[in-house]
């Protein structure tokens, strides 16, 4: 009994303190920020500034479509139809759409003619934020 109880102490003591004998200083490494060495990786992401050089601060050939409450599925799909337009994604049921334009219309143009509907309650482009 008296040995099994030594190594229960044996185990007790190798557990507390091996464990802290690894976090030494000199075995940690030093966390800086920002990192000092940042590489950027090419994504195909739309660019960003359309052939004539005017920089636009919203996605290009994207919107963002609210429609008024109730507005059924059936009515959206004709009115995408319609416009020639593709859900990316709905940001939020049951109303807010990000759009895509697939005929390659403005999207000053597309946004215009949403308004003629009364089923859209707003339009706007797909806007970007950036820090500085």
């Given amino acids: 009994m008296t040995s099994c109880k030594s190594i229960i102490r044996f185990l007790f003591v190798f557990v507390l303190l091996v464990p802290g004998a690894c976090n030494k200083p000199e075995r940690q490494q030093k966390l800086t920020y920002p990192p000092r060495e940042m590489r950027t990786v090419e994504r195909n992401e739309p660019k960003l500034e ?44 049951p109303d807010l759409y990000l759009m895509k334009i697939l005929d390659g219309s403005s999207v000053e143009n597309v946004l215009e003619r949403l308004h003629n509907y009364k089923e859209v309650k707003y339009a706007e482009p797909n806007y970007m934020r950036t820090t500085k």
């Fill in 50 to 93: 359309p052939p004539g050089g005017e920089r636009k601060n919203y996605v290009p050939g994207e919107i963002m479509v609210t429609f008024y409450a109730g507005t059924s599925e059936k009515t959206i799909q004709e009115i995408t139809r319609e416009l020639h337009l593709e859900t990316i994604r709905v940001v939020s049921k």
